[in-house]
């Protein structure tokens, strides 16, 4: 059973940055695609970013582009999701996730955090 541990969500005013972190408990066996997905309340869960298993691509949400980077810290076996010029609408919990390749759907995540909420205020 894969654990991913996420941290730094948290309360944080329009227009500041906070860092997530997804931590993979053990260490893995294969490389492995993770992404970050969110939900806000009354809304379906939708993709924010991913970074392949390779490290070579990465993809974000177009609400995103430019504000938010995902990257991968191998000596702390973690994929982390920088947030800058954060706005009210990125209210939500935030979901880290491993997959294959690259992880552009929910469907196709392999295991999930257990979400960290992150909350901006006007």
């Known amino acids: 059973q894969v654990r991913l541990i996420e941290s730094g969500g948290g309360l944080v005013q329009a227009g500041g940055s906070l860092r997530l972190s997804c931590a993979h408990a053990?260490?893995?066996?294969?490389?492995?695609?993770g992404a970050w997905f969110r939900q806000a309340p009354g809304k379906e869960r939708e993709f924010v970013a991913t970074i392949s298993y390779n490290n070579q691509i990465t993809h974000y949400a177009d609400s995103v582009k430019g504000r938010f980077t995902i990257s991968r810290d191998y000596a702390k076996n973690t994929v982390d999701l920088q947030m800058s010029n954060l706005k009210p609408e990125n209210t939500a919990v935030y979901y880290c996730?491993?997959?294959?390749?690259?992880?552009?759907?929910?469907?196709?995540?392999?295991?999930w955090g257990q979400g960290t909420q992150v909350t901006v205020s006007s």
């Open positions: 996730a491993i997959g294959n390749t690259i992880l552009l759907s929910a469907e196709s995540a392999r295991a």
């Open positions: 053990e260490r893995p066996s294969r490389p492995y695609a």
